[in-house]
């Protein structure tokens, strides 16, 4: 039976989008890549919520950017985790273990 792609609880693509670059910059279709890679496709973010998440992201002094040339030799830009950036990833991985660990006690219960 072919599984469907699941649509991201509200708040957790920035906590995918850190994750994703706290190993190194990536541009945004790597970032898309990565998460759905990472998830086993099972995570699927559309370029309509990930730009502007980066955006968000960016003006909240967590990621930074900049234009390079992608594997192809395209224009593209690359995002990476700033300073305030990797606090950031510590402070929304905490809660989002915190909010998983309640839900599966929740479901435990049920």
């Known amino acids: 039976m072919a599984q469907s792609k699941q649509n991201l609880i509200q708040g957790t693509l920035a906590l995918l989008i850190l994750r994703s670059l706290s ?7 790597e970032i898309a890549q ?3 890679q ?3 496709d099972v995570l699927k973010v559309e370029e309509g919520s990930l730009y502007p998440a980066l955006y968000r992201l960016e003006e909240q002094g967590w990621v930074e950017a900049e234009w390079g040339a992608s594997e192809n030799n395209r224009r593209a830009k690359y995002y ?4 305030a950036g990797r606090k950031q990833l510590a402070v929304e991985t905490s809660n989002w273990e915190r909010l998983s660990e309640a839900i599966a006690k929740v479901l435990q219960t049920a």
């Not at 190993?23 to 279709?29: E, N, V």
């Not at 990476?80 to 300073?83: H, I, M, V």
């Open 23 to 29: 190993r190194g910059p990536l541009h945004g279709y």
């Open 34 to 36: 990565r998460i759905q």
């Open 38 to 40: 990472s998830s086993e």
């Open 80 to 83: 990476k985790l700033t300073r």
